[in-house]
């Protein structure tokens, strides 16, 4: 899963470990966004769409462990890294 060195927009994920939901704070607001979700396979498991500057996505059905997220704009990807779910 690559991630990038010097990604363009900041993320901020909380709580991180999450269990219910995840709150998305960018550093800059995107327009024809996604937040996309991986699981420990590579697997897109969800896609939610981002615009502006924040945004929250659920993650109470979801699997505890280790998961990938890719935030990108018009298909560009900003922004990789990882969140952990807890119960």
């Known amino acids: 899963f690559p991630l990038l060195p010097m990604p363009s ?5 909380s709580p991180n470990p ?3 939901y995840l ?3 960018l550093g800059s607001s995107v327009a024809n ?6 699981d420990a396979q590579s697997k897109l498991i969800r ?4 615009n ?3 945004g929250q996505i659920g993650v109470n059905d979801l699997s505890v462990g280790m998961y990938y997220y890719k935030l990108t704009e018009n298909k ?5 890294g990882t969140f952990v779910v807890a119960k």
């Open 9 to 13: 927009v900041k993320v901020k994920l």
């Open 18 to 20: 999450a269990s219910k």
């Open 23 to 25: 709150k998305i704070e």
């Open 33 to 38: 966004g996604y937040f996309e979700v991986y």
């Open 47 to 50: 896609q939610v769409p981002m």
């Open 52 to 54: 502006g500057n924040s």
């Open 76 to 80: 560009k990807l900003l922004n990789s």
